[in-house]
């Protein structure tokens, strides 16, 4: 069975830092795409981040280029992401998903629709 638990999320003030891990199993991060998703209040689930099978390509939204990295760790079978210069319109649920045909490159925009299994999120927020 494979399942994405996410961790790491927390409050910080603005121009903080925290870094989301999302911890799989069932399955090796380089025959899946993990995404990651974030929903804040009264808004839709949006698309933020992405690495690819074989980590090959990776996604960014503009507004979280230069702020937000994704990264993956084999070994452990775990994907980063670290999130500095956190702003309050960062706060949001913060969700991870994996699916191993879920297309991931610099031009696409994750969609919810294309990942079929998910973590139970992680509360990220920013506020003075």
């Known amino acids: 069975q494979m399942t994405v638990v996410e961790s790491g999320g927390g409050a910080v003030q603005p121009g903080g830092s925290l870094r989301l891990s999302c911890a799989a199993s069932?399955?090796?991060?380089?025959?899946?795409?993990i995404a990651w998703f974030r929903q804040a209040p009264g808004k839709e689930r949006e698309g933020i981040s992405c690495?690819?099978?074989?980590?090959?390509?990776?996604y960014y939204a503009e507004s979280l280029k230069g702020r937000f990295t994704i990264s993956a760790d084999d070994t452990n079978n775990t994907v980063f992401l670290q999130m500095n210069d956190l702003k309050p319109e960062d706060t949001a649920i913060y969700y991870c998903?994996?699916?191993?045909?879920?297309?991931?490159?610099?031009?696409?925009?994750?969609?919810?629709?294309?990942?079929?299994?998910w973590g139970q999120g992680t509360q990220v927020t920013v506020s003075s």
């Open positions: 690495i690819s099978t074989s980590h090959e390509s990776t």
């Open positions: 998903a994996g699916d191993p045909r879920a297309p991931c490159g610099e031009d696409h925009t994750p969609h919810a629709y294309e990942y079929d299994f």
């Open positions: 069932g399955f090796t991060l380089n025959y899946i795409s």
